[in-house]
């Protein structure tokens, strides 16, 4: 029977050569095994003290400190700890999200693109100084700069 014979044939041959090609080229499975941007930036602590530093710099900010007016330690704890679980998941990382919806928590705020811009510059300069290499600065503010429509606040249509 041909079915027979084709079915012994991928058992008896093919099965084992494509074995032997794998174990031969490992770079064949390359795709499977490519680093995560979370694992390129140096995993959570790295993340960790990027967000730290970055959130000093928005927090110091003149031009959009009074965001954060009235925050005590522990709410800015909350944000920081919030801020590092989004970084680490969006990034690829093993990390849950523990934050609202990006366009919930900042809906009614009225941040506009220029404070937007602001923020997203500051974590720039940031990964600047931690000198994250040219790659993973640009996928990783790709990525952040995305977000604007969650969170830059958009005038009603008449
Ligand atoms: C650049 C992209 C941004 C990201 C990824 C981001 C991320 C976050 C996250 C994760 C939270 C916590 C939400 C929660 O409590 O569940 C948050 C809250 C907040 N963000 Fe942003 N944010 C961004 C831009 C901005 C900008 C541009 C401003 C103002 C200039 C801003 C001001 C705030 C404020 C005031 C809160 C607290 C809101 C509240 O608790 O009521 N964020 N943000």
Redesign the pocket.
């Known amino acids: 029977m041909s079915l027979g014979r084709s079915h012994s044939a991928w058992l008896s041959f093919i099965l084992p050569m494509v074995i032997i090609v794998f174990l031969a080229f490992p770079g064949l499975s390359q795709a499977e095994t490519e680093k995560s941007l979370y694992e390129r930036l140096g995993g959570y602590d790295a993340i960790s003290a990027v967000v730290d530093r970055f959130l000093e710099k928005v927090w110091n900010d003149p031009e959009?400190s009074r965001?954060?007016i009235g925050m005590g330690t522990d709410t800015r704890n909350?944000?920081r700890q919030?801020?590092k679980n989004?970084m680490c998941h969006d990034t690829g990382g093993p990390c849950k999200i523990i934050?609202?919806p990006?366009e919930v928590?900042?809906a009614g705020?009225g941040?506009t693109e220029k404070?937007?811009n602001?923020?997203?510059n500051h974590?720039a300069s940031t990964l600047k100084e931690f000198k994250v290499p040219k790659p993973e600065h640009e996928e990783l503010m790709a990525k952040?700069r995305k977000?604007k429509p969650y969170?830059v606040e958009t005038k009603a249509k008449d």
Request: proline share 0%; charged share 10%.
């Open positions: 959009i965001f954060f909350q944000l919030k801020n989004l934050s609202r990006l928590a900042h705020l941040i404070e937007f602001i923020v997203v974590l952040v977000l969170i």
